[in-house]
């Protein structure tokens, strides 16, 4: 949400900091900022107000007071602890048929405005947050939502139908099957009954979609002169229902799916009255409430000793007491370090004791909470599985070998699952073997693109089988490996042989392997169960540092060149005119083959090609070898 720095001054005045230090403080203690720019002549800051946080905070007084909370200072002008005062209205009704679905409505009528452009610093505050200015009056309603995070909305009360008294009326109801609502925008609705509308109760015409947007059938014009205020408050679970179901989000709809406090409503319609008095003129005819739901007082115990207990702090009655305090609650201590926290009414995200720790936490500053190193626990039986399945794990990464972690579901095994999550997944595995084979098929093929001359892979996990007494299961560890060339061959056996002897010598015993085309299966569990307990556990020694890059999801393409160059010429230096006249796609280049004969000598390089954006064709590959071709035959180098 953006926030103008100069609107926050009207809040907090001369407590207001530079833009800069409210990045800073809000960063550290609220909310992310995801930027601050300039635009039309205001600093915009960029506020990322989290959901927990969205009911009170999606406004620049609601932002205001977290600053002010965070800077323990008072707002200098709160619109939300004024009394209402725009008096009791008599020109019109109003009827809530589910109090759950509106818990309150408001509505003011003034009659004689004048609507017409909207005053210059208006328009500039509208313009800096995006927003087109349409008139003083509608520009008042967005005004008043921007600023305390109420939506409101006007209707022109000479096109509403009228009792036998003169007076209009709103209903606020779901729809009907079949009716149809035309909006501001043009765009034609299709009612329901789960949709909830602000309807013409004279003449049961639909007038909007409640809090979301409103409708042409008594929208403003330049003629307008008598206009109803509305302001009210919707269930947020039907406003996110409507919304998406007519797919249209507006900044009204984002604040009502928020929940906000029925509360705000009166102070909505009290501020959008007070400013369209200001900018179009008129005389006011009073307020009418419909209030059917009163939210109860949220009222929390809060125990000092938990909250430093989880905070890690040391906080006194006191000071806790403070910190609540500046966030707006009332507090009343019961003695024995307990508090009783009466919540703002505007902060209907504090409801149990935890959130109030929460705040405690953030205002206090987590950076201010000092590391306390724990008393030294009394060694606890080490845990045999772990300790072994450890030290295989990295005597298998020393040889090469990586871990990989496969699916327990097979779409065909000894057991079948009662409940399959697929028609592919309803069998549990009662072998890695054939996991570890997809693995090695499906990684062979990048061995030129990682520079490496075989795949090497393992797993340790469970996998289960049939016994006499149902379902059995043990701890597998399963190595494969895989030499480039088609399929299995016997060089696999023999870089297998590496890994076996590995784990053999780590676990110190001859194995008893299952060994199937390069893939060796071994019961884990049952050597384990032969070894001693250890006495404890080896000291941690912390890794290489390692860094990651995004996986490009295109395969590569290799091509081979040997070149016969002059005797004394370097191969650093003919791979960097190679690869030079490869181009960006060239992605990996390896010497792989050597060797001199009369006064010559042989390079043979591996080049490696591939695209993050598609998938290359051979006919691409090959117009780039042309290109590193004739940057040989320049060079004067034949190629073999």
Partial sequence: MEVIHSWLKEYLGKALPEAKQIEDLLTFHAFEIEGVEERVGETIIDVDVLPNRSSDSLSHRGVAREVATLLDVQLETDPLTQDITIGTGSKVTLHIEDKE???????????????????????????????????????????????????????????????????????????????????????????????????????????????????????????????????????FKSVRQTARKVRITTDASNR????????????????????????????????????????????????????????????????VKHIIERIGATVEEKGGGVLVATAPWERTDLVIEADYIEEVGRIHGLSNIEPVVPEAAPLIEVNKRQYYSEKVRHTLMAVGFSEVITSSFLKKAEIQLQNALAGDKSYIRNTLLRNITAVLDANIVHCDLLGIPDVRVFEIGAVFDKTESGVGEHLALT??????????????????????????SVLGEKLDWKIEKGVAELDLGAVLETLLVPTGYEPYE??????????????????????????????????????????????????????EKDDRTSYAFRLVFQSPEKTLTDEEVNKIMDEVYAVAKKEGWEVR
């Fill in 101 to 235: 679905l509106c818990p309150r409505f408001t509505a003011a009528v003034i009659t004689g405005v004048k609507v017409k452009e909207s005053p210059t610093w208006l328009k500039q505050k509208l313009e800096a947050l995006g927003q087109r200015s349409i008139n003083n009056v509608v520009d008042a309603t967005n005004y008043v939502m921007y600023g305390i995070g109420q939506p409101t909305h006007a209707f022109d009360f000479d096109k509403m139908g009228k009792d036998t008294e003169g007076r209009v009326n709103i209903t606020v109801r779901l729809g009907k099957a079949g009716e149809e609502l035309t909006l501001l925008t043009g765009e034609h609705i299709t009612s329901d009954p789960n949709m909830l509308h602000l309807v013409d109760g004279n003449t049961d015409t639909l007038l909007d979609l409640a809090g979301i947007k409103g409708g042409a059938a008594a929208e403003l014009t330049k003629d307008t002169m008598n206009i109803v205020v509305t302001s009210g408050n919707f269930n």
């Fill in 542 to 595: 912390k890794p290489a540092v390692v860094s990651f890059r995004p996986i490009v999801p295109y395969p590569a393409i290799a091509r081979d060149i040997a070149l016969w160059v002059a005797g004394d010429d370097e191969a650093s230096e003919v791979a960097d005119i190679l690869t030079a006249a490869a181009g960006p796609l060239l992605v990996r280049h390896d010497l792989f083959d050597t060797f």
């Fill in 256 to 319: 009502f799916q928020n929940q906000p406090s029925p509360e705000l409503a009166g102070y909505g319609l009290q501020e959008t009255v007070r400013l369209i008095l200001e900018l179009a003129g008129g005389e006011n005819d009073g307020m009418v409430d419909a209030y059917p739901l009163r939210p109860e007082t949220v009222v929390t115990k809060v125990r000092v000793e938990k909250v430093n207990d989880l905070l890690g702090l040391s906080l006194s009655v006191e000071e």
């Fill in 479 to 504: 190595l494969g490996a895989r030499t480039k060339g088609n399929g299995y061959n016997p060089k696999d056996d023999q870089v297998l042989e590496v890994g076996q002897k590995a784990v053999e």
